[in-house]
């Protein structure tokens, strides 16, 4: 069942990590297979809080299924990870991204549900 | 703010050089020892597969049969239990003095079946490589803290300059644009540091924890002087364990594995991890009864002390400390990683391996920038560059040779750990000077591929001297050997993969025209 509380946060980082890229002008046009450049400052602001609360959500699965103290250095390691999976293939791969964020969404949201039945 | 910054940069670019390689050899052989009993039981293939169930009041039982009967005049005898991959066999020590009034002791393996010791080559193994990650080699200890510590405090000096100096910290976080020269060095640099910055700050400030008291001893001296009885009293004072003296007259003491089961209830929702026996067969007896402490990076266990003679309860202390000793421990916990099971082993592991690739791309990108300047010295330029190839890929090829050595010498000669240990700097010496005397490019494409070769031999050997190999290792569900292996293979290919990738691009630097060796 821990390892559940893992898959949840990192899922959840990975989501997080998507919202932040289409924040950002360089990697947006990246990963936006449609050519799509360009967002409004609305959309811009929505992106930046949904990649903020998906941040804080990410720590709440790996706290409860190893306790706060290993869980905040396990959040820390998995955020390590994200970061490099998602810089990386932004370089090498960045159609995989969308796919990855739809993926672990419902991985995320079904790994959450179970951490915490 | 920009006069600031550009004061920060000299201050980083210098402090990460100066002992920039060393700190590489810190890195690397710390983040083996996050995998130090996994190694330790691949150097010692004769070793059983570690139990994974025993009875705690046999295990008991069983050392202190063995050590009545090694070491009945030893003023302590201490029973590690096998609970989990820190302490993967029942292990005794004891400690004592000779005829001639001299400290000895001393530390065994024995099997949970027979009782007797389990018998192995000698070697080093993964603690010693994990030991001279702080303690270096062929040098005292207070001398390699010395030298460890500041380079510790030079990297946490690295690492805050580095913060301030990368304007857009957070908005370059995802950056990493390949194939253009100096700025490609730059963005993976910025991408690892940046991307494991807490665990480098952590691993950093709290190696310096360590050696605290050898850099600030003066607080510690004010209070309990400089010498040996000085340091008892302190050690006495931040210990929870009562020492109480010995009566000289003898008793007999109970049996422990009994008294295990009788009082389990006290402690049935913690693992014990060790016993620690004062004065065995003494009638002041005591035996210190302690919980698994591996479990929070807080490290503190519960204890509970009785009198080995009669079973009598003397104290108990909770695993609460004091603010100051909790903050002490956490941060030792958090930089030892005993707590972490094993996926959090593995990020551990990794986040040491991106704090090697800091380092290293750091070194790289003082060499070609200078090298692209023009300003520095052949000979300075030639020694930065032969040190960078002899440390980059001249640590992992004497790390694998250190694991080939063990497969190779015979398992009956003399000193025959510290042999494996010499063989381990002899090939990096042989590092040095092929990185001196080979053309800059031709060294980096020879020594990666070296490194390659080395690693994917070493399952070969093992195969070929041992009855440990991957396939038996399927077939007896021994994970940690596959793992180790399997780590091995993954580590060769990715060295011959790095080493043919330099061969293309020097390849195509060549048909271009351009200078010999001008990238990396």
Not at chain 2, 217 to 223: E, K, Y
Not at chain 2, 302 to 316: K, P, R
Request: a positive charge.
């Amino acid at each position: 069942m821990n390892e559940i509380t893992v898959l949840a946060s990192f899922s959840t980082l990975i989501v997080s990590g998507y919202f932040m890229l289409l924040t950002m002008t360089r990697h947006r046009q990246k990963i936006q297979s449609n050519g799509f450049s360009t967002i409004t400052p609305t959309k811009k602001r929505y992106c930046r809080v949904l990649a903020s609360l998906c941040l804080l959500l990410s720590v709440l699965p790996v706290g409860a299924g190893y306790g706060w103290g290993i869980g905040s250095v396990y959040w820390f390691g998995l955020l390590n990870i994200v970061i490099l999976i998602l810089a990386l293939l932004l370089n090498y791969a960045a159609f995989i991204i969308r796919w990855l964020f739809f993926t672990n969404l419902l991985v995320g949201l079904a790994a959450i549900e179970l951490s915490f039945q | 703010m920009a006069y600031f910054r550009k004061n920060m940069s000299g201050v980083h670019t210098w402090t990460g050089l100066v002992l920039g390689w060393l700190l590489l050899w810190m890195f690397l052989s710390g983040s083996l020892g996050y995998f130090d009993t996994e190694i330790d039981r691949w150097m010692q293939p004769e070793l059983p597969l570690p139990p994974s169930h025993y009875d705690e009041a046999q295990a008991v039982r069983t050392a202190q049969v063995y050590l009545s009967r090694e070491a009945p005049e030893a003023s302590r005898w201490v029973i590690f239990l096998p609970i989990d991959r820190n302490e993967p066999y029942l292990r005794v020590f004891w400690a004592g003095k000779d005829e001639k009034g001299h400290s000895v002791s001393d530390s065994v393996r024995l099997s949970l079946d027979t009782g007797e010791p389990l018998s192995a080559r000698e070697t080093g193994g993964g603690q010693l490589l994990y030991k001279m990650h702080w303690r270096l080699h062929y040098m005292p200890r207070v001398l390699a803290e010395f030298i460890t510590g500041s380079a510790a405090m030079l990297m946490l000096i690295a690492l805050i300059t580095g913060i301030i100096i990368h304007k857009g910290i957070f908005r370059d976080l995802f950056t990493f644009r390949p194939k253009k020269g100096r700025r490609s060095w730059l963005d993976l640099h910025n991408l690892v540091a940046v991307s494991s910055l807490p665990f480098q700050l952590m691993i950093t400030y709290s190696g310096l924890v360590f050696v605290m008291f050898t850099y600030m001893p003066l607080i510690f001296v004010a209070f309990y002087g400089m010498d040996d009885q000085g340091r008892r009293e302190f050690i006495a004072d931040i210990s929870t364990t009562e020492i109480v003296a010995p009566a000289n007259q003898s008793a007999t003491m109970i049996d422990l594995g009994s008294f295990i089961t009788q009082h389990k209830a006290q402690w049935s929702e913690t693992p014990l991890r060790n016993l620690d026996i004062r004065f065995p067969g003494d009638a002041n007896a005591s035996v210190t009864v302690k919980s698994n402490n591996a479990v929070s990076p807080l490290r503190a266990s519960d204890e509970w002390m009785f009198s080995a003679v009669n079973g009598e309860l003397l104290s108990h202390h909770t695993a609460n400390q004091t603010s100051v000793q909790s903050s002490h421990d956490v941060l030792l916990g958090l930089h030892e990683g005993l707590f972490a099971p094993l996926a959090l082993r593995w990020l551990y592991f990794l986040s040491g391996v991106l704090g090697c690739l800091m380092i290293a791309t750091g070194m790289i990108m003082w060499e070609n920038k200078r090298r692209q300047q023009g300003k520095t010295s052949a000979f300075g330029l030639k020694l930065i560059s032969t040190l960078n190839i002899a440390s980059i890929a001249g640590m992992p090829i004497c790390i694998g040779v250190y694991f080939a050595a063990n497969r190779l010498l015979p398992t009956t000669i003399a000193a025959r750990a510290d042999w494996e240990v010499h063989i381990m700097f002899i090939t990096w010496l042989v590092c040095l000077l092929h990185a001196a005397l080979r053309p800059r490019r031709w060294a980096w494409i020879e020594q990666f591929k070296s490194a390659g070769i080395v690693f994917l031999t070493l399952p070969v050997l093992g195969f070929w001297t041992t009855r440990l190999n991957v396939l038996h290792a399927i077939e007896q569900e021994d994970w940690t050997i596959l793992g180790v292996e399997s780590v091995f293979i993954i580590t060769g290919i990715l060295f011959l993969i790095i080493a043919f990738m330099l061969y293309k691009r020097f390849q195509v630097n060549t048909a271009h025209g351009a200078i010999r060796g001008a990238k990396v």
